[in-house]
């Protein structure tokens, strides 16, 4: 399929919108375009002197974003990680002025099924997993130099998988006799090490998000962009950010922490809310089952004072 046409349900749409949107002139940021699914619905509320940029790691988002909105002056589009986002808003001239940033995190539909990305355990494909294939070392290159006993950690880590070191030596036999090549060969590694007990997931569910998030550093990511983004807020301005991994909302919930409640934090964000979606649209798209909406305000400025 080519993934440029694959589209992506966006999450919490009506409550992302009921948060993000505050000023039809306001200027937004989306650092997670994806295939614009948020971005779009935004825009659509947007007045004429509204801006919106939008950011993606990846390559094939980014272009997507091009294409869709090149006719329109209010957006601008840029290629890179989110953990620049403090570098993006100076280009963009728009620290400490912007209204709403959304972090809608992990990988997007087209991602996720796009064989040759190597993401999918359902599809064969490379051992890539890379958001942005130009950067890093792919999945292939990091199976290549790990040993047992990270790699057993890494999946019990990211992927809170019980049977981490039994696939972990799996894996690593299967990289001894040349059988490690493709997604299709990892799955099928990973599926005849555990037990199976009928469980609903495809035994290497865990095991392919644990090397995802190993292999695009996404929780580094995340803990770099929030006090970026904090930064670039206007006061009044708001920070939404979408996880689907407790790890993730670990961070976001600690980042967003008032010291004494009622009071901001550091960085001048009071948290607001943490939703999870409704029960109607957990059933319609399985990727919404773990999601985690948490939203900051942000009241003053960074406090400049040491730490007490
Ligand atoms: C869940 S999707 C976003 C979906 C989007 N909200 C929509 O409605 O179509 C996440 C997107 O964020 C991008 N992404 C993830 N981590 C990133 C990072 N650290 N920097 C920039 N983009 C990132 C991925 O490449 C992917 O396209």
Not at 289 to 299: F, I, P, Q, Y
Request: charged share 30%.
């Amino acid at each position: 399929m080519d993934a440029s046409l694959a589209t992506h349900e966006p999450v919490m749409l009506e409550t992302v919108l009921r948060f993000w949107d505050r000023d039809g002139d306001g200027i937004y940021v989306d650092a997670t375009y994806g295939r614009g699914g948020h971005s779009a619905a935004l825009l659509a509320r947007l007045g004429p002197t509204g801006r919106l940029y939008l950011l993606d790691r990846d390559p094939e988002a980014v272009a997507h974003a091009r294409a869709r909105f090149a006719g329109d002056d209010r957006v601008a589009v840029a290629a890179g990680a989110f953990s620049r986002l403090g570098e993006f808003a100076a280009a963009w001239s728009v620290v400490g002025r912007v209204s709403g940033i959304l972090l809608d995190l992990g990988v997007s539909s087209p991602q996720l099924e796009s064989p040759e990305r190597g993401f999918s355990f359902l599809r064969d494909g490379p051992l890539d997993m890379r958001m942005d294939p130009a950067t890093g070392p792919s999945l292939a290159d990091w199976l290549a130099g790990v040993d047992e006993r990270r790699l057993a950690e890494v999946l019990e880590r990211y992927g809170e998988e019980r049977h981490a070191r039994r696939i972990a030596r799996a894996v690593l036999g299967a990289r001894r006799r040349g059988r490690l090549r493709t997604t299709g060969e990892l799955a099928a590694t990973v599926a005849a090490a555990v037990p199976r007990h009928g469980s609903r997931l495809h035994p290497a569910t865990r095991t392919f998000q644990a090397l995802r998030i190993v292999v695009n550093g996404e929780l580094d990511e995340l803990e770099a962009v929030l006090p970026q983004a904090a930064r670039i807020l206007a006061v009044s301005g708001r920070l939404l950010v979408l996880s689907f991994h407790s790890l993730e909302d670990r961070i976001v919930k600690h980042f967003f922490r008032s010291p004494r409640r009622g009071e901001p934090t550091r960085e001048g964000l009071l948290p607001l809310a943490s939703l999870a979606p409704e029960p109607v649209e957990r059933r319609r798209n399985p990727r919404a089952r773990s999601a985690r909406l948490r939203v900051a305000e942000k009241r003053r400025e960074a406090c400049t004072c040491s730490a007490a």
